[in-house]
């Protein structure tokens, strides 16, 4: 079938609105017609670092409606409202004991090019085009394998939900599946971006005492504060270790580092009370620590999370009742685009005018 997509020809080269062919779903896939999807800083990285092979359809937090399924399909039927989320084999001992975020082959299935069977779905001029996280969500349809499509309540504004199936995932799930903060306890989230904003709903939800959120844009650290942070430091401005020693007697006991930028990666490891465990979900390039005193000399602890580690199907419809109950309210992160703005939605967010972007796809 014919569709319209954002095209990424060429690494750097802007989003390109063009028709293309899209395939009928194969056994256990199918075909959405996608309503909305999330701009994440994982697609700018996909599109100037060229991450996936190229050309490609990017975006990966797509929410839209079911329109046909394959053979083999038990889970959706046609009408559903779904989120995409990332794709995983279903198979290999990390997803089967519930952590498919670190699937043998999670790089192969979302950053490889190939859907699941390792062919193509998407095709311009008879030349194919690579599918991203599975889903390919730049686009008026995506076909997508029933893995990583979950069904969610009809009652919900579909627009709203495609962000659940990543950044806000990566935020909240770090916080409620991995570090799992005791009540009352300390935490501290360094940037204040939707991720980190994300993870500071979390805390909230999982009872922290403390809530810390650093950053260098004051209007974020005080929206940081409407969204449950009980104290903010610039990081431009402040000594961020000293300040937030001070505040909790010692240091916290939890971190999640969202910027993947060494100075602040050191400076959440260095806030940390002893014991303390500190959660990295940045893309951080290589960097040097100090093993003995950061780490080692105080039994710290530093972990790498990847989307929250969370079970999608079961995760994201959490979080929707979260929100539902008014306890998880994201939709304050959201600024809506038209498709036709995607370009736009790109340079907002790198510029920090947009939290989180929201295509309109129809």
Known sequence: MKITAAVTNGQGQDFVLEEVELEAPKANEVLVKIVATGVCHTDAVARDAAIAPLPAVLGHEGAGIVEEVGTGVTRLEKGDHVVLSFAHCGYCDNCLTGHPTVCETFNDLNFGGLNDDETHRLSKDGQPLSTFFGQSSFGTYAVAHERNVVKVDKDVDLALLGPLGC??????????????????????????????????????????????????????????????????????????????????????????????????????????????????????????????????????????????DAVPNVFIPQLIEYYKAGQFPFDKLVKFYEFDQINEAFEESKAGKAIKPILRIQ
């Open 167 to 308: 950044g806000v995932q990566t935020g909240a799930g770090t916080v409620l599946n991995r570090l799992q903060p005791q009540f009352g306890s300390t935490i501290a989230i360094y940037g204040a971006g939707a991720v980190g904003l994300s993870a500071i709903m979390a805390s909230k939800i999982a009872g922290c005492k403390t809530i810390i959120a650093v950053d260098v844009h004051d209007s974020r650290l005080e929206f940081a504060k409407e969204l449950g942070a009980t104290h903010t430091f610039n990081g431009a401005k402040s000594d961020v270790v000293k300040e937030i020693k001070e505040v909790t007697n010692g240091g916290t006991t939890y971190a999640v580092d969202t910027t993947g930028v060494p100075p602040v990666v050191r400076q959440c490891l260095q806030a940390l009370r002893p014991l303390g465990v500190a959660a990295i979900v940045g893309v951080t390039p290589e960097m040097n620590i100090d093993v003995h005193n950061d780490l080692m000399a105080e039994g710290k602890t530093m972990m790498g999370v990847i989307e929250g």
